[in-house]
């Protein structure tokens, strides 16, 4: 199998999450950077990665970069690549770009001169002159940042956040992604009890099961590069089967997801069943000032409301107050909260130990870390 440099894109904030999770499946030899981890692997690596990359939004292959001031020398570096290598006769291939402080502003004609450099390159070996893309698709991608042009081809289709048990939505759902990108950098493990109250639609329960089943968040759905004939069927179906022998079924969860709008919790249910977790997590209509726990030690990791809308400051600090309150008695307790709020810990009542900024969308956040103490051993029983 061929070494093939490839992209994990990600949110701001969490990329070196997604490295140690690369790390954790053998990708060690990478490169953090803004927004992407880069790292080496062949084929089966773009099987796996896509099916087991929790936190990441897409696995890209890097097909070059190179500097470009003119759109001749965008079209001569997009040629000299080797797309052939890549793209079949048959494929559908559209070009998409952004372009950031770069001479090269004008991203339509950035997009047409590389879908010409590549058609150009693939004429000569096919020896056709016209390419009827009805084909399997590989999406190109052509990003200039400060006269630097980085051109990939996108594996995975759909955004890695599509794990395809979310077909219903709330208002403003939290991306699969970022859930599971809290419950890492939380110290959490799966023999912890965790509670959610602000579940919404359940998105933080149900990545959090998945954690705790070491179920791949990709087994529910399918990749752009499943239909590549580049890639073989068995190496795919190689990777569902490590990911399904790897599933832990007889493990006792301790998750719960609350919430005080029945229709979204009704939302959370539906979710935990399509993504076959619902045997494992306890979810119900209840305020954050019922929430509750016989377990002496455990973990609270939720998305409160932050207030963005007009009107609705007022009742998110009152909320927030309640919240300093209620956590009190969890006082052997670690709580995770992530909001834009800029009085957090003033109305929550606690300076954080820890703060780390992350992007909700487009939102800029801070997620607020409160550690509790170590649980004793003479009560291990009392997880």
């Given amino acids: 199998m061929s070494k093939i440099q490839l992209i994990a894109t990600s949110a701001f904030g969490i990329e070196a999450v997604v490295g140690k999770e690369l790390k954790k499946l053998g990708y060690a030899d990478q490169m ?3 927004g992407r981890v880069t790292f080496f692997g062949d084929e089966a690596a773009i099987c796996r990665t896509n099916l087991w990359l929790r936190c990441a939004d ?4 890097k097909m070059g970069e190179f500097k470009a001031l003119t759109y001749d020398e965008l079209f001569e570096g997009t040629k000299a690549l080797p797309w052939e290598q890549w793209i079949p006769a048959d494929a559908e291939f559209p070009v998409e770009g952004k372009s950031i402080d770069s001479k090269l502003f004008s991203v339509p004609d950035c997009q047409a001169i590389v879908k010409k ?4 390159k693939m004429k000569k070996k096919y020896k056709k002159d016209w390419f009827e893309e009805t084909g399997p ?3 190109i991608e052509v990003a200039l940042l400060k006269d630097v042009v980085a051109l990939t081809i996108d594996t995975s289709g759909a955004g890695l956040h599509k794990r395809g048990y979310r077909k219903l939505v709330s208002g403003a759902p939290l991306k699969e992604t970022l859930a599971s990108a809290l419950l890492l950098i ?3 493990k799966p023999d912890r009890a965790l509670i959610d109250p602000f579940c919404g639609s359940g998105t933080i329960p149900v990545e959090a099961a ?3 089943l070491n179920m791949a968040p990709g087994m529910k759905r399918e990749f752009a590069a499943e239909s590549w004939p580049n890639i073989s069927k068995n190496l795919w ?3 569902r089967k490590e990911a399904h022998d790897l599933l832990k079924k007889d493990v ?3 998750i719960h997801g609350s919430d005080i709008d029945e229709e979204v919790m009704s939302l959370a249910r539906y979710h935990a069943r399509e993504a076959g977790v619902d045997k494992y997590v306890h979810l119900q209509r209840m305020p954050v000032s019922d929430i509750k726990s016989r377990y002496k030690y455990g973990f609270i990791i939720c998305n409160p409301p932050y207030g963005e809308r007009l009107g609705e400051n007022k009742d998110v600090e009152r909320l927030y107050r309640e919240m300093g309150t209620v956590f009190k008695s969890f006082d052997t307790w670690s709580y995770y909260i992530i909001t834009s709020h800029p009085e957090f810990e003033k109305l929550f009542g606690r300076r954080a130990d820890k703060k780390r900024k992350l992007y909700n969308g487009r939102l800029l956040c801070n997620y607020y870390q409160f550690f509790g103490p170590p649980p004793k051993k003479e009560l291990t029983n009392d997880k």
């Fill in 186 to 188: 939380s110290w959490w």
């Fill in 237 to 239: 179906q190689d990777a």
């Fill in 117 to 120: 450099a590549v058609v150009e």
């Fill in 137 to 139: 698709r590989y999406r």
């Fill in 58 to 61: 897409r696995v890209l292959i």
């Fill in 210 to 212: 998945m954690i705790g």
């Fill in 32 to 34: 953090v950077e803004n």
């Fill in 252 to 254: 006792e969860l301790r």
